[in-house]
T-cell receptor, first 116, second 110 residues
């Protein structure tokens, strides 16, 4: 099973709403990632968790709050977003280790978020 | 800093044509190199990878060779199919991160 499952597939929210994106994998991977992808652009790294600890935060605004409750789950809590935050949010996972980026990342299909 | 440059698209070819998508990189040291593919409405999938100079990655008829002397990792396929229509991203590993190129959209006509 090489599947990373993201829910919901689509999300529409207002600027005052609080919502969460969810990501799940059962491959035994101990590194998990959040990326943001705008239309016709490559993915941009937001956060990396390694062994359930936040290891990389790419200076993401605090209205995005990641959480890794266990080794299989990764959440992204959203609050007071702006219309420019509308994008495809991708989750990925990989084996962890000293040379993290050399490991293959497996991506989910993403959550398409629209902020009104 | 490290970066990846790939040819701008869109690239439109007829079925069974030969494909080349150019990719060059700038990096300190000898990073691992990747090609990822994104089909419409989906996330990214690793297509192939190479971890050292002169390595050739291959998968599904696609190939790319890690060329240290030209800092390149061009993607090739001898005969494309309609099902190959997608966006292709060249990428390298850098300091625990993946650096992606801007992506090349490929459309194959029947």
């Amino acid at each position: 099973d090489t599947e990373v499952t993201q829910t919901p597939k689509h999300l529409v929210m207002g600027m005052t709403n609080k919502k969460s994106l969810k990501c799940e994998q059962h491959m035994g991977h101990r590194a998990m990632y959040w990326y943001k992808q705008k239309a016709k652009k490559p993915p941009e790294l937001m956060f990396v968790y390694s062994y359930e600890k936040l290891s990389i935060n790419e200076s993401v605004p605090s209205r995005f709050s990641p959480e890794c409750p266990n080794s299989s789950l990764l959440n992204l809590h959203l609050h007071a977003l702006q219309p420019e935050d509308s994008a495809l949010y991708l989750c990925a996972s990989s084996l962890a280790g000293n040379q993290l980026a050399k490991n293959i990342q497996y991506f989910g299909a993403g959550t398409r978020l629209s902020v009104l | 800093g490290d970066s990846v440059t790939q040819m701008e698209g869109p690239v439109t070819l007829s079925e069974e044509a030969f494909l080349t998508i150019n990719c060059t990189y700038t990096a300190t040291g000898y990073p691992s190199l990747f090609w990822y593919v994104q089909y419409p409405g989906e996330g990214l999938q690793l297509l192939l990878k190479a971890t050292k100079a002169d390595d050739k990655g291959s998968n599904k008829g696609f190939e790319a060779t890690y060329r240290k002397e030209t800092t390149s990792f061009h993607l090739e396929k001898g005969s494309v199919q309609v099902s190959d229509s997608a966006v292709y991203f060249c990428a390298l590993e850098s300091a625990s991160k993946i650096i992606f190129g801007s992506g090349t959209r490929l459309s194959i006509r029947p």
